[in-house]
């Protein structure tokens, strides 16, 4: 079952180009078993869950050269954005794939092999009927915190404000997560506004950060 709204569109001559020419130099190949990442060892590596057009990406990213990023697009105009991006500011530590990320959760990520996982502004598939298609729901938790490293973090952030009190009880349901805060996280001010959330903002809609962490036992 999708998490995403499929898009169809026409790309423009440089997105066409950046798909050809930098896809093969920063991408991951979608494939059936564990991925091999070209980062060093003891680099780590967070994992973002859509990366929409790369903006907030490209800016975590170069503000922290010491974690690799793996971003996780679907959509075809999203890939070629964040690749310009990453190209044009010379990202060594971004790697793009160009896929579904809860198929690269289930079959390329190694469990216990993340630092990180972001989920910014996620489809908040508004009708009751559609809310089965959310990430956050109890399933895929539990896939994401099996992949986590111990003390690894799930934070995640919307404007949806249903979605958001949703997000706390599943996540605080999953076992192997803990709550950094008592209820949501205040904003951290490392995250750049991202352009839904400039939109939500604008619309009146309160923005509220969710992080937990993977348990140590």
């Known amino acids: 079952m999708r998490t995403f709204h499929a898009r ?3 790309l423009g001559v440089q997105a066409k180009e950046a798909m ?4 093969p130099r920063y991408g991951i190949p979608m494939i059936a078993g564990p991925w091999q ?5 003891d680099l780590p590596v967070v994992l973002e869950v859509g990366s929409g057009m790369g903006e907030t990406t490209a800016q975590m990213a170069a503000a922290d050269p010491g974690t690799g990023v793996v971003a996780v697009e679907v959509h075809t105009a999203g890939v070629a954005a964040l690749l310009r991006r990453v190209a044009a500011l010379g990202l060594d530590n971004v790697r793009v794939v160009h896929g579904d990320a809860v198929t690269v959760l289930r079959h390329m990520v190694p469990p216990e092999s993340l630092a990180g996982v972001r989920l910014f502004f996620p489809d908040p598939w508004p009708k009751p009927r559609h ?9 895929l938790v539990g896939l994401t915190a099996d992949r986590l490293q111990p003390g690894g973090r799930f934070h995640a952030a919307t404007d949806w404000s249903e979605y958001a009190h949703e997000m706390l009880t599943v996540l605080s349901a999953e076992p192997l997560l803990r709550n ?6 205040p904003r951290p001010d490392w995250r750049p506004l991202t352009r839904f959330e400039r939109r939500g903002l604008r619309h009146g809609h309160r923005v509220q950060d969710l992080i937990f962490s993977r348990r140590v036992e």
């Open 131 to 139: 809310h089965k298609r959310r990430f956050v729901r109890p399933d």
């Open 8 to 10: 169809t569109g026409r």
């Open 20 to 23: 050809r020419t930098l896809l």
């Open 180 to 185: 950094d805060y008592p209820g949501f996280a």
């Open 37 to 41: 990442l070209p980062f060093p060892p």
